[in-house]
């Protein structure tokens, strides 16, 4: 067996010395790409051309308080389930993401070596074949990730209300999953070592980390800060003030903090979060995967806003889709 996976390895090897593989697309690259023309696509044509979109394609794409409410596609029920199996996601990612920090840790600082399973599998599935970054940078990237799965593990479980009969398609459910598990993958496989490199090649740190990893640091938990407190601002909403117990689940217009500026500052803080991550995890799969957030990010957001007008007759004309002033 282990010879067999040594050939594997050297073919694949091979493989990228000779330039056959890099210009090749991976399976993830393929599935975020098309799902980022898939949401972007069908976004512009709900959020601007409406009246000529089928009903099953709004059923299936709208969800949430601006679900769609006719009746012609009611057969796609089937593949709803509750919007609250949002927590499984951060719950899967949460996990993930901690376990491979802490493998992480162990490579670079109490010399374990990475399991050869994993860096072939690694290699076959993302067809990375060198570290694209030291290790500071990589681990500050996977630190990041980490933090943000888990504050919103806390907020899906304890924090957000979520309506008992708000639906998702099964659709979002599974992209939602797959989108985690890509990120951390990805983060993991930019890593030195992770890429079967000698540990005397391996950069601890170079130019890029020194000049921009405290700015990202900051910036990136500047969005998380703000993200929190608008979730906190949501969740308020429905509850009682002094009892802290929910009241309501109906919708009303949000207001504070980045609320004065745009209708989903929590959108807005994603985009720049995953920006800050596109810098320290320069590959051809996050890029792919950057494009899909922005995507579902903007197009969500452009939905959003809409509602918002178009249900509250007192709703702040200055107030913006997702970036400030502008959009």
């Known amino acids: 067996m282990d010879d067999h996976l040594d050939y594997c390895w050297r073919l694949l090897e091979h493989a990228a010395q000779q330039r056959y593989i890099p210009a090749m697309l991976n399976i993830l690259d393929v599935l975020f790409l098309n799902l980022a023309f898939a ?11 409406e009246k000529y979109v089928p009903p099953f394609i709004k059923k299936g794409y709208l969800y949430g308080s601006f679900a769609y409410q006719g009746s012609e596609a009611n057969y796609l029920q089937v593949l709803e389930i509750p919007k609250s199996y949002y927590r499984h996601f951060y719950l899967f990612a949460s996990l993930f993401s901690v376990s491979s920090l802490f493998y992480m840790c162990m490579v670079y600082f109490l010399g374990f070596e990475v399991n050869k399973y ?12 060198e570290p694209s970054a030291s290790v500071a940078t990589a681990l500050v990237a996977m630190m990041l990730l980490t933090v943000q799965c888990m504050r919103r593990l806390y907020e899906t479980y304890y924090l957000q209300v979520f309506a008992k009969n708000s639906k998702m398609n099964l659709s979002h459910y599974l992209a939602g999953i797959l989108h985690y598990y890509a990120c951390i993958l990805v983060a993991i496989a930019q890593a030195p070592l992770f890429s079967g490199e000698p540990r005397k090649n391996i950069t601890w740190i170079d130019t890029k980390a020194i000049y921009l990893l405290v700015p990202s640091i900051l910036i990136f938990m500047w969005c998380w800060h703000e993200q ?19 009241v309501t689940e109906d919708h009303s217009v949000p207001r504070g903090r980045l609320f004065e500026y745009v209708s989903s500052p929590h959108r807005m803080c994603e985009v720049v979060m995953y920006t800050i991550l596109l810098t320290l995890i320069p590959t051809k ?18 939905t959003a806003h809409d509602w918002y007008k178009k249900t509250f007759s007192n709703y702040p004309p200055n107030r913006k889709a997702i970036i400030p002033y502008i959009f």
């Open 39 to 49: 949401v972007t696509f069908t976004g512009v044509l709900i959020n601007y051309y």
């Open 118 to 129: 994993v860096i072939l599998g690694l290699k076959f599935t993302l067809k990375e074949y």
């Open 228 to 246: 929190y407190k608008t979730n906190i601002i949501f969740a308020n909403m429905r509850k009682d003030k002094k009892t802290g117990k929910v």
């Open 285 to 302: 799969t996050f890029f792919c995967i950057y494009l899909w957030v922005l995507g579902n990010q903007f197009q969500t957001a452009i």
